[in-house]
């Protein structure tokens, strides 16, 4: 009884996780279904193959009967030795190209469901990761709550209660807006674009960042070459300027500096945002535009980021059918290039 028990262990653990794998499942269902249509497929066709060459041999087997006795009974075993040889290559065909289909139609599957098995990954992990970041600013506010229930505080203590419930509101607003965007992105496609004085565009963007710059102790610089357009939506691309360039300030050191150059190139009009912060490792470098990715996450803290920001200035750059790239070592700083389609 316990050596069947021992038995079933790896058994039910196998299950268990053949279970949990529904995408497996799915491909194994398609290899069968696959395989099955072939297999009758082939079935029907090497009877009819089978069916037709012994009538043909039948009707046209022809006999000059010398030296033997009985002309039809020669006739029959040399059908019955055709058909017996017939069935043993058409079965050993058969054989190999149900292993091949099957093996085939395993690969085909998976192929199949590659997109939508990695489109459910991502969708549980921002679902999970969203959850965690709306978590957060709800416990601070339950654990706050609680505390001024408990105790008799005074005016100064509610104040300072309040304040921190306004940041973390400010912080779950900002949150919940992004994901609100980034929600609606598949349906950016459809944003008409318009030509736009993408030069005044982004030095009226500068110009209202420079308080946030101020604050923060950078030095926001414009080197911003007039009269560049481009075909683009206003509303997306202050929202671009705004992530890119706070990024380019909340990631810096105290006297930094952030520089804002858009300039015409060959390839068309280049925005390239600068600065002279901690930078990006190679490992978080490959993830900067991942949903919720903060590669240092402290910091992030601080500047009321969720991790949003770039996912989002990358579905802009799409819809303008730009092209985006960063560069950055960890200490030197980072650049945001943007390459638009210039427009006459």
Do not use: C
């Amino acid at each position: 009884m316990i050596k069947m028990k021992n038995i079933s262990k790896p058994f039910a653990r196998w299950a268990t996780n053949f279970k949990n794998k529904p995408f497996l499942w799915a491909r194994l269902k398609l290899t069968s279904f696959y395989t099955g249509g072939v297999l009758i497929i082939l079935l029907v066709f090497s009877m009819v193959v089978f069916a037709l060459f012994v009538r043909d041999i039948s009707s046209n087997l022809e006999y000059e009967g010398t030296g033997y006795e009985n002309e039809a009974d020669i006739e029959s075993r040399v059908i019955v030795r055709a058909q017996n040889r017939l069935g043993t290559i058409i079965v050993t065909i058969d054989g190999l190209t149900i292993i091949l289909i099957a093996g085939l139609s395993y690969y085909l599957a998976g192929k199949t469901l590659e997109p939508i098995e990695l489109a459910y990954v991502r969708q549980k992990k921002f679902v999970a990761d969203a959850a965690h970041e709306l978590r957060t600013p709800l416990s601070v506010m339950k654990t706050g709550t609680e505390a001024v229930l408990a105790g008799n505080n005074g005016k100064e203590e509610y104040r300072k209660v309040v304040k921190d419930y306004l940041e973390e509101i400010n912080h779950l607003s900002v949150m919940v807006d992004d994901l609100l965007f980034l929600a609606r992105s598949d349906n950016l496609r459809k944003t008409e674009l318009y030509k736009i004085d993408f030069s005044k565009l982004i030095a009226r963007q500068i110009e209202l960042m420079r308080p946030y710059a101020e604050k923060k102790q950078i030095i926001l610089k414009n080197e911003v070459q007039d009269g560049l357009y481009i075909k683009g939506n206003k509303l997306y691309l202050k929202r671009l300027l705004y992530n890119i360039i706070k990024n380019a300030i909340d990631y810096n050191k105290p006297g930094g500096e952030a520089m804002v150059i858009l300039k015409k190139v060959k390839s068309g009009i280049e925005l390239k945002v600068s600065d002279t912060g901690i930078g990006i490792s190679g490992d978080d470098l490959k993830h900067v535009f991942d949903r919720f990715y903060k590669a240092d996450r402290s910091h992030a803290k601080q500047s009321g980021g969720a991790g949003l920001g770039l996912s989002i200035v990358q579905e802009i750059v799409k819809l303008h059918r730009a092209t985006i790239e960063i560069k950055s070592k960890p200490g030197s700083g980072t650049a945001v290039i943007i390459i638009f389609p210039s427009v006459s």
